[in-house]
């Protein structure tokens, strides 16, 4: 059983934290996903010719590109530090945090591989990985699994209770999906009757 200066250690070692202490740590991940996905760019079909050559970094106007990409980013960093200071122990007027190592360099790592989990044809790992977290989810709060994708169908009517989840962007849009799907059991007997009634007339 871990001790408490242990489990502090643990949880000190999850964060940037509040004066970066551990910058050093979260440089070298984000350096690694980003070296590890650059190789599977240039190891996707190696034969394809590359779309930016040497000669196209010595241009004019690539230089002025790259010069005013820096100068916005300066820009954009000196006004995010009007934002409020959510990583320091003296925030705690909301109900948001610093962010761990893990969320940093996951989130880092989904957008270089993959931004949109949207089907299983843009995203066939990342839908995986969803299903497969959402399958942990529903066990560890006593649901029923998610049903197998190779069940076949006359199996699949024949379950009467499974699990099923998605990611969304936030807490706003689950709630409007929450409340979508009350409305919608909610009003389904209604919308039933309604139907039945048409039809008899």
Known sequence: MPDDRTNDALHKAAFLGPKGENADELERLLLEVLRDHVFWRRNFHPSDPRLIDERDKRTEA?????????????????????????????QTAHIVSDPSLPALVGYFAGLLYNQ???????????????????????????????????????ARSRR??????????????????????????????????????????
Request: charged share 25%; net charge negative.
């Open 62 to 90: 690539f230089d002025e590109m790259s010069a005013r990409l820096r100068d916005e980013l300066s820009q954009i960093l000196a006004q995010l530090k009007r934002a409020a200071p959510l990583y320091s122990p003296r």
């Open 160 to 201: 009467t209770a499974y699990s099923w989840g998605h990611l969304c962007s936030g807490g706003t849009v689950a709630n409007l999906e929450a409340l979508w799907i009350a409305r919608n059991i909610r009003l389904y007997p209604l919308a039933v009757r309604l139907v039945a009634d048409q039809t008899d007339a």
């Open 116 to 154: 949109n989990n949207v089907v299983a044809e843009v995203s066939p790992e990342t839908v995986r990985e969803e299903r497969e977290y959402f399958k942990g989810l529903a066990r560890m709060v006593g649901y029923p699994d998610f049903l197998p994708e190779t069940l076949p169908p006359d």
